[in-house]
C-alpha cells in the first residue's frame, strides 16, 4: 500500500467533513495506526476542513491522503493559518489549528491549504 494517493473532493458544506473523517479513519486503520493515532487524524481532519469553510476561493474542498513507507500525508485545500487575517473568526476555530499542531507530528501551510503528517510506526 505504499506510495497510493487517495483524492476526495467534497461540496464545501459542513455536512460532509464526515465523509472525509470516516475515510481518514479507514485508511489510518489499514495503516495498522492505533486507535489513537486514528482518533487524532480523524479530530485534525475535521478541524482543517472546518477552517477551509471560511474561506470564499472555491465550492469544493480537495482532501489528499499520500501514503508512504514511513508516514501518511494528508493535504487539504483553502485551510488557511492566519485567520484573523482572513475573517471575523471566532477562537473556535483558532484553537482547531492549536489542535491540529498538537495531534500531527508534521504540519504545514503552503499557498493551497495544509498538509498533516503521521509517521508510521515501524515494528522491528
Known amino acids: 500500500m505504499n506510495n497510493d494517493i487517495i483524492k476526495l473532493s467534497i461540496p464545501k458544506k459542513p455536512e460532509y467533513i ?16 492505533n486507535i489513537d493515532d486514528i482518533e487524532d487524524i ?11 469553510l471560511i474561506t470564499e476561493d472555491n465550492d469544493q474542498i480537495s482532501i489528499i491522503f499520500e501514503i508512504e513507507e514511513e508516514k501518511l500525508i494528508i493535504k487539504i485545500s483553502d485551510t488557511i ?31 493551497n491549504g495544509i498538509e498533516m503528517i503521521k509517521h508510521i510506526e515501524v515494528d522491528n
Do not use: Y
Open 81 to 111: 493559518e492566519n485567520i484573523s487575517e482572513v475573517t471575523n473568526a471566532n477562537k473556535e476555530r483558532e484553537l482547531g489549528l492549536l489542535i491540529i499542531k498538537s495531534l500531527m507530528d508534521e504540519v504545514k501551510f503552503t499557498s
Open 42 to 52: 480523524k479530530v485534525s481532519v475535521g478541524e482543517a476542513c472546518i477552517n477551509s
Open 18 to 33: 464526515s465523509i472525509v473523517r470516516l475515510t481518514a479513519s479507514s485508511i489510518g486503520n489499514n495503516l495498522l495506526f
